[in-house]
């Protein structure tokens, strides 16, 4: 049965996960072409899908 020689550190098995992030994906928005992220209702204009899903107070 295959066992570990040595205990793995916090630091190496931390400094291995690092790479394990998730990129955040942005797409512009086609109402005010401002960034968002998908699937999402814009932030600034509060449309999704080319609807007003929500009013923005200004």
Avoid: D, F
């Avoid at 205990?7 to 005010?32: G, I, V, Y």
């Amino acid at each position: 049965m295959a066992v570990p020689k040595k205990k793995t550190s916090k630091s190496r098995t931390k400094n291995r996960r690092s790479h394990h992030a998730l990129s955040l994906e942005l797409t512009t928005c086609s109402q005010c072409k401002g960034v968002k992220i998908p699937h999402i209702i814009c932030p600034s204009c509060g449309y999704y899908g080319g609807k007003a899903a929500k009013e923005i107070k200004k």
